[in-house]
């Protein structure tokens, strides 16, 4: 089992930023992969960004050069730098992480006025 903890959403003007943390606990070892996705009203949830246990990233070609993937393994914590935030980016972010099975957090919301 593994749970995770979204944070960091909030209300923010286009041309702002924001970060968002994940924090990651239970079956820490079997994870293999952790993202972030989204999710806006009345459109499919997406993949945002992705980091492999190897260190590896990728992004969606919407968030390339505005968003960065990392985390921090002393702390069990996966985070999301968003800049340059359009109002495009309105959405409920979701963390990931994929074992064998994939884990969801409850989402946080990130707002972004035009």
């Known amino acids: 089992q593994v749970q995770l903890v979204e944070s960091g959403g909030g209300l923010v003007q286009a041309g702002g930023s924001l970060r968002l943390s994940c924090a990651v606990s239970?079956?820490?070892?079997?994870?293999?992969?952790m993202g972030w996705y989204r999710q806006a009203p009345g459109k499919q949830r997406e993949l945002v960004a992705q980091?492999?246990?190897?260190?590896?990233?990728n992004y969606a070609d919407s968030v390339k050069g505005r968003f960065t993937i990392s985390r921090d393994n002393a702390k069990n914590t996966v985070y999301l730098q968003m800049n340059s935030l359009k109002p495009e980016d309105t959405a409920v972010y979701y963390c990931n992480a994929q074992t064998r099975m994939n884990y969801w957090g409850k989402g946080t919301l990130v707002t972004v006025s035009s």
């Open positions: 239970g079956s820490i070892f079997s994870i293999y992969a």
């Open positions: 980091i492999t246990s190897g260190g590896s990233t």
